[in-house]
Structures are given as C-alpha cells and as structure tokens.
C-alpha cells in the first residue's frame, strides 16, 4: 500500500488557521486521501477525504496538488478542541484503513 | 444517541483467559472493523466483515476470532490471552458505495484491555 509522510507536531494560536501537510508521492490512480483525527482517550474521528479535487466540508477543506503527491488539510480556525493527532491515509483496498503516526496538533490559547 | 457502541469500555484480566468484546452499530451500516491501537498509538485493521461476511483479515493470531451475527453487531472473542495482547480495541462502522471510493468510517470509544 502506498505510504504517507506527516510532520511528527505542528503547533498554531487559537483562532488561527492550520495547514497540515502530508506527502504521498506513491499515490495511483485508485487511491482516496482521506484524513481522521483522535482526540486524546477517544477513537478516531473522520474529518474529509477526496480524490483528485479540492473537498469543504463544515470541519476543514482539503486541497489536493494537481499531481496528487501531496495534500493538506486546511483547519480554518483552529480551537482548543482541535488539539488531536490527524492522520493522513491512503485507502486502495476496500475498507482498509492503513493509520500512520500521524500529525501531532497543539493548539495554543 | 450513540452511533457506535463497545463493551466492556475497560477489561483487566490474567494471561491464559479467554474474553469477548462487544460492538454494535446503530448507522445502518453494512460494513464493520476491527481495529488495535498498542502502547505506542499505531492504529492497525484486524478485521472487516461486510453484511455478515468476512473480507479483511489482517495477519492476526488465531487466537482472535470474530462473529457478525447481524450488521449491526461484530465482536471480538479472544483465547489464551498473552501479555501483548494488551492495547485498546476499536470498533467501526462504515457505508460502502460501489465506485464512491471508502466512506468515512465511525469509530466507537475503544476497549481498553489489560492482561496481567
């Protein structure tokens, strides 16, 4: 399965806007990018996931590179609550979820 | 109202023991997972069952057997538990669309097992 490169932490001031990068430069044809967050004791939470064009939903917006090696996800305006791991995925298979270490964010007040 | 639920939410038991998990669904899905997250917070699919039926099935001990006795319901029966088989156990659900790719994926709140 085609892999993902996240930075390990990002940090960003509350009521800011943060942009996670994540780079998959395997990526084919078939694959979705999705992405998933988790919250601190909880279980993992969708977020957005899209394939070839930019994806809004009411958590965040996905923009996808023309070539489709990289994404980012863009949270508009970061709170307190978002302080989570976010996770970047590629699903080929159907049904499979393949979760890497993930992003680390810290939301600072 | 809980869209996808899992008990016990905690389980302490001895080595050699044989326990269950339960999940259940209330989203109409027809697809539901498995999933162990280890001490070191690695998410990793055990199982996939879709309406009833077993389709993913992760290198997993056969120590681990599932049962889907409807879509609503998957659980996870374990034998002669060992110690690193310690790790919080997640449940989810999801609504496969035929040439929609993989919708999202509900996950219930873990099962945090501990084996002694």
């Known amino acids: 399965d085609a892999k993902t490169t996240q930075p390990n932490s990002m940090e960003s001031n509350e009521e800011e806007p943060v942009h996670l990068p994540c780079n998959h430069s395997?990526?084919?044809?078939?694959?979705?990018i999705h992405w998933y967050r988790q919250l601190p004791s909880q279980g993992p939470e969708y977020v957005i996931h899209?394939?070839?064009s930019n994806v809004n939903n009411r958590m965040a917006s996905l923009a996808i590179a023309e070539d489709r090696k990289s994404s980012t996800l863009i949270l508009h305006r970061a709170t307190l609550r978002d302080a989570a791991v976010y996770y970047c995925?590629?699903?080929?298979?159907?049904?499979?979820?393949?979760f890497g270490a993930g992003t680390q964010v810290v939301v600072t007040p | 109202d809980t869209a996808v639920s899992q008990t016990p939410k905690y389980l302490v038991t001895q080595m050699g023991n044989d326990k269950s998990i339960k999940c259940e669904q209330n989203?109409?899905?027809?697809?539901m997972y498995w999933y162990k997250q280890d001490s070191k917070k690695f998410l990793k699919i055990m199982f996939s069952?879709?309406?009833?039926?077993?389709?993913i099935n992760e290198t997993v001990p056969n120590r681990f057997s599932p049962k889907s006795p409807d879509k609503a319901h998957l659980n996870l029966h374990i034998n002669s538990l060992e110690l690193g088989d310690s790790a919080v156990y997640f449940c989810?659900?999801?609504?496969?669309?035929?040439?929609?790719?993989?919708?999202?994926?509900?996950f219930g709140p873990g099962t945090r097992l501990l084996v002694l």
């Open positions: 989203l109409g899905h027809d697809t």
């Open positions: 395997t990526i084919s044809g078939t694959d979705y």
């Open positions: 995925i590629l699903s080929r298979s159907w049904g499979k979820l393949q």
């Open positions: 069952y879709n309406n009833k039926e077993l389709i």
């Open positions: 989810a659900s999801s609504q496969v669309r035929p040439g929609q790719g993989l919708g999202a994926q509900y």
């Open positions: 899209g394939l070839t």
